[in-house]
T-cell receptor
Framework: EDKVVQSPLSLVVHEGDTVTLNCSYEVTNFRSLLWYKQEKKAPTFLFMLTSSGIEKKSGRLSSILDKKELSSILNITATQTGDSAIYLCAVALNNNAGNMLTFGGGTRLMVKP | EPEVTQTPSHQVTQMGQEVILRCVPI?????FYWYRQILGQKVEFLVSFYNNEISEKSEIFDDQFSVERPDGSNFTLKIRSTKLEDSAMYFC?????????????FGEGSRLTVL
C-alpha cells in the first residue's frame, strides 16, 4: 500500500524562527512529490519536485527531494504569522490517472507573534 | 494561480438524499479529478476523469458515486443516497497543463454535511 508520512504532526514557533517540515514516502512507481499549503479550505500549490538534490525556492520557502532516502523537506525561514497553516505533502504516481496524489496527514504549523 | 471553481460552497442534506456537486475546471482541460477530505483527516483521491470517461477510481468511489460532464465546461459529482460518513469537503482539481503534467490546482471545495 502506498504511504506518505509527515512529521512533526504539529509545530508551534515564534515569528522569525526557521522551521523544517519532513515528508517520507513508500510508493510504487514514483513520479513526483508535491507540497501544498492548506489554510482554510483548498490546498494551494507550493512546489513540485521530481529530481533528487535540486532545491526549489520561492521567497522564504524552499524544498528538496532525496530519492535515495525517499524523503523531502520543506524549509521556511524567518517565519511570519501568515505562514500558520497545515502543510501537506503528496506523491504523484506514474499510472493511468496521471495526477492521482497520495497525501500525507499534514503538519500543522502555528507561528506566534 | 489558474482558477478552478466549485459550487455550492456548503450543502446540508438529510441522509438518503441525492447530492450534486459542481465544478468548472481550468478551461479546455481534458483531465479532471475529485478528492475529498473528511474533517481532521487526509485528503483522499476519489476519481480521475479524462475525455468524458473515468480513467481511475479509488475504493471510496463506489456505486453511490458518479461523475458526469453535462456540458462542455462543467463537471459534476453525484452521490445518489448520502450516508453520514459522506460528510466531508469535496475538492475538484485540474492539472496545470492539458497534457496532465505538472501540479494539480484545487478548487475552494464544497463542504457536504449529511444529517
Amino acid at each position: 500500500e502506498d504511504k506518505v508520512v509527515q512529521s512533526p504532526l504539529s509545530l508551534v514557533v515564534h515569528e522569525g524562527d526557521t522551521v523544517t517540515l519532513n515528508c517520507s514516502y513508500e510508493v510504487t512507481n514514483f513520479r513526483s512529490l508535491l507540497w501544498y499549503k492548506q489554510e482554510k479550505k483548498a490546498p494551494t500549490f507550493l512546489f513540485m519536485l521530481t529530481s533528487s538534490g535540486i532545491e526549489k525556492k520561492s521567497g522564504r520557502l524552499s524544498s528538496i527531494l532525496d530519492k535515495k532516502e525517499l524523503s523531502s523537506i520543506l524549509n521556511i525561514t524567518a517565519t511570519q504569522t501568515g505562514d500558520s497553516a497545515i502543510y501537506l505533502c503528496a506523491v504523484a504516481l506514474n499510472n493511468n490517472a496521471g495526477n492521482m496524489l497520495t497525501f500525507g496527514g499534514g503538519t500543522r504549523l502555528m507561528v506566534k507573534p | 494561480e489558474p482558477e478552478v471553481t466549485q459550487t455550492p460552497s456548503h450543502q446540508v442534506t438529510q441522509m438518503g438524499q441525492e447530492v450534486i456537486l459542481r465544478c468548472v475546471p481550468i478551461s479546455n482541460h481534458l483531465y479532471f479529478y475529485w478528492y475529498r477530505q473528511i474533517l481532521g483527516q487526509k485528503v483522499e483521491f476519489l476519481v480521475s476523469f479524462y475525455n468524458n470517461e473515468i480513467s481511475e477510481k479509488s475504493e471510496i468511489f463506489d456505486d453511490q458515486f458518479s461523475v458526469e460532464r453535462p456540458d462542455g465546461s462543467n463537471f459534476t459529482l453525484k452521490i445518489r443516497s448520502t450516508k453520514l460518513e459522506d460528510s466531508a469537503m469535496y475538492f475538484c482539481a485540474s492539472p496545470r497543463s492539458r497534457t496532465n503534467t505538472g501540479e494539480l490546482f484545487f478548487g475552494e471545495g464544497s463542504r457536504l454535511t449529511v444529517l
